[in-house]
């Protein structure tokens, strides 16, 4: 009889053994902490769907080389997430914008000057006659590269840098034909002038 309790108490005290080895290594396995593992240890291969969290990432850890291409799409960024500071120099072309995106309420005012708005400008000249003092010269038909039937056109003269008589004005201009417009100067200077060309521009622009 002591011999079959020897036996049983023995085998409790390997049974408990074993259990307490158990809790052991699962304590170990418990206190993993990071600085325990190796770099790199932790491959992509090894971590399940969705185990990284969005909350487990710390702020600036993922950066743009680490998106592939064409990752984040618009349902993967919330309302109002890209900011104007968040965009690079020239990042928004043309072909990004929708059609009607752009308004006038989306343009700073005197951002824009007619070239930026025009279909067509170009750099025409009119050589008139000798004008008197106080007398006025139409060019007649004078063609506007780019102009086409339908077309508006808005003529300006150029600065006096350019070649403009100091002592003329334009006095006005409207169209001939298709493609030309008529344009009257005027001398209110204090001599006759004769010059040999008045430069304008015209700009032209599309109303259909």
């Not at 291409?69 to 890209?82: F, I, N």
């Not at 059609?99 to 007619?114: E, F, I, N, R």
């Amino acid at each position: 009889m002591a011999t079959k309790r020897s036996a049983g108490s023995a085998a409790a005290i390997v049974l408990l053994a074993g259990l307490l080895g158990m809790g052991e290594t699962t304590a170990a396995v418990k206190k993993i902490a990071t600085r325990d593992l190796k770099d790199r240890a932790v491959t992509a291969k090894k971590l399940a769907r969705g185990a990284v969290k969005t909350k487990k990432l710390a702020d600036g850890a993922v950066t743009t080389p680490k998106l592939a291409d064409g990752a984040v799409t618009t349902p993967k960024l919330a309302d109002g997430a890209v900011t104007t500071p968040k965009l690079a120099d020239g990042a928004v072309g043309t072909g990004k914008l929708a059609d009607g995106a752009v308004t006038g309420a989306k343009v700073a005012d005197g951002s824009l000057d007619p070239a930026d708005i025009a279909e067509a400008v170009s750099d025409i000249s009119f050589n008139p006659p000798n004008i008197n003092v106080g007398a006025c010269a139409n060019s007649g038909d004078l063609g506007v590269p780019g102009l086409s039937d339908g077309d508006a056109v808005l003529v300006i003269p150029r600065r006096y840098e350019d070649g403009w008589p100091v002592d003329f004005v334009l006095d006005g201009y409207g169209p001939t034909g298709p493609v030309s417009v008529n344009v009257r100067v005027c001398n209110y200077g204090l001599v006759p002038a004769d010059v040999p060309s008045v430069p304008l521009r015209a700009f032209v622009f599309d109303l259909g």
